[in-house]
């Protein structure tokens, strides 16, 4: 019965992008047939080219790439600094100040928004992939929660030790901490990359240049101009995602041990 209900889960979990995929190989007749067509016939494979000339996916491509690659690593990086003096230094109201960095997790952001853009129009970055970088790049208090938990699982006494040695708190975070959570590490970064692969509001909101558009953004506006041509949208669709699942399918190992791992304790 636990198989049975594992293979249920999924096929609704996969079932819409199975639907995606096949109906990227679809011609516009058969994704709208009564009853269904499950099953390209035939396949429709210029979709694919045809979704590609109609709209400048390689500049799109390559802004995400680098944006997602900027925001990854720096998001380690000061989400990890940040974990490690929540962790394992000690100063008044740290307990109260992680407290209230979790709470930002439960406002949403569209409510942060509006003083976003003005901020950003005020210091010139409206229109720049700067208004997505910047704010992405040195705030994500999920990573800093998730980083601080696995950090928490490190015995102290080998911290202690080191400080006994003549250790500062800048070779600790450097020699002892970062090697030791790069199971975590490669788990955020992983979580990173497909949330600003996928970002999509922000982008809508401060870039309005087609040559600065993103993965996301670009597929909207295709969706725009070819409303009718749904196989082109999901061919589309099916070519945006192929990166991420690139990503989970070389790292999948590291997601879940880096999950894992960093729910021992709480």
Not at 133 to 161: D, H, S, T
Not at 227 to 236: I, K
Request: net charge positive; aromatic share 16%; proline share 7%.
């Amino acid at each position: 019965m636990l198989h049975i209900a594992l293979i249920i889960g999924s096929i609704v979990m996969a079932g819409p992008f199975i639907w995606m995929a096949l109906s990227s190989l679809k011609s516009f007749q058969q994704m709208f047939a009564v009853p269904p067509v499950w099953v390209p016939d035939p396949f429709v494979w210029s979709n694919f080219t045809d979704s590609l000339q109609a709209m400048p996916f390689g500049r799109a491509y390559f802004n995400s790439f680098y944006i997602s690659t900027i925001v990854v690593f720096s998001q380690i990086l000061t989400c990890s600094m940040a974990a490690y003096a929540f962790a394992k230094l000690r100063f008044p109201g740290s307990n109260v100040l992680f407290i209230a960095f979790l709470a930002t997790m439960m406002v949403p952001m569209q409510v942060t928004l509006i003083p976003l853009y003005l901020i950003m129009d005020y210091i010139g970055w409206v229109n720049t992939h700067l208004s997505i970088i910047v704010p992405n790049a040195i705030f994500n208090a999920f990573g800093v929660f998730l980083l601080r938990q696995f950090m928490m699982g490190i015995p102290k006494e080998m911290v202690e030790a080191a400080v006994i040695d003549g250790a500062n708190p800048a070779y600790v975070y450097m020699r002892i901490m970062l090697p030791l959570i790069k199971p975590a590490l490669a788990a955020f970064g992983i979580f990173s990359f497909i949330g600003i692969w996928n970002n999509f509001i922000q982008p809508l909101v401060f870039i309005s240049d087609t040559s600065l558009y993103t993965v996301p953004l670009l597929l909207a506006m295709f969706k725009g101009l070819y409303v009718t041509q749904w196989p082109l949208l999901m061919a589309g669709a099916t070519i945006s995602v192929v990166p991420v699942l690139v990503v989970y399918f070389f790292a999948q190992r590291q997601i879940i041990e880096g999950i894992a791992l960093t729910g021992v304790k709480g």
